[in-house]
């Protein structure tokens, strides 16, 4: 997530260092990109970089090598990138919050996906996964959804898209005491029950 890293961090994040190359830097670390090599790297909320890191990682993308920070040599590295962001990055690009040259790089293939609202089909799917993903995190052992419980995750709006869903899916998971999801809570104030 570009946009949880500080600014002063995101080369080191990004393509690692030597050791001794900062205090602290007690011995050497691989960067996102070298951990990457051979598969693929999701750079989320990428609108969020600076102009200068756009910079470094639109350079780092065309050579396809990079130089830990405290390093001498370069490293070669065949990544395929996905990039994603709250706002369209055309958008971005207008009105000079994003690189051209970084967005023209990045945008050999685009894919528009619609807002959770959009494609209520997909929420079934999605909300099994995040339970399982709250089950491990929260230490519960919920199964399924209720069929109260399914009904009112697709009749929701979503306003905050699939994090919204994540947050609504643990939030009523941490109050479940069965092996079935019953209540769904969509807010502080809102509990839906069956």
Known sequence: DCG???????ESEFFGYE???F?????????KFEEANGGTLFLDEVTNLSDSNQKTLLRVIQEKKLTRIGGKGSIQF??????????????????????????????EFNIK????????????IIADNLLKE???DLNKNIKSFSKD????LVKHDWPGNVRE????????????????????????????VN
Request: hydrophobic share 40%.
């Open 4 to 10: 949880a890293i500080p600014e002063t961090l995101i």
């Open 19 to 21: 050791k001794g190359a």
């Open 23 to 31: 205090t602290g830097a007690d011995k050497a670390k691989q960067g």
């Open 78 to 107: 065949d990544v395929r990138i996905i990039v994603a962001s709250n706002k369209p990055i055309p958008e971005a690009v207008n009105e000079g919050k994003f690189r051209a040259d970084l967005y023209y790089r990045l945008n």
């Open 113 to 124: 996906l619609p807002p959770l609202r959009e494609r209520k089909e997909d929420i079934g």
């Open 134 to 136: 709250a089950n491990a």
């Open 149 to 152: 419980a399914m009904n009112m």
């Open 165 to 192: 869903l994540r947050n609504v899916i643990r939030k009523s998971a941490l109050m479940e005491e069965s092996s079935e999801l019953q209540k769904i809570i969509l807010s502080a104030n809102e509990i839906a």
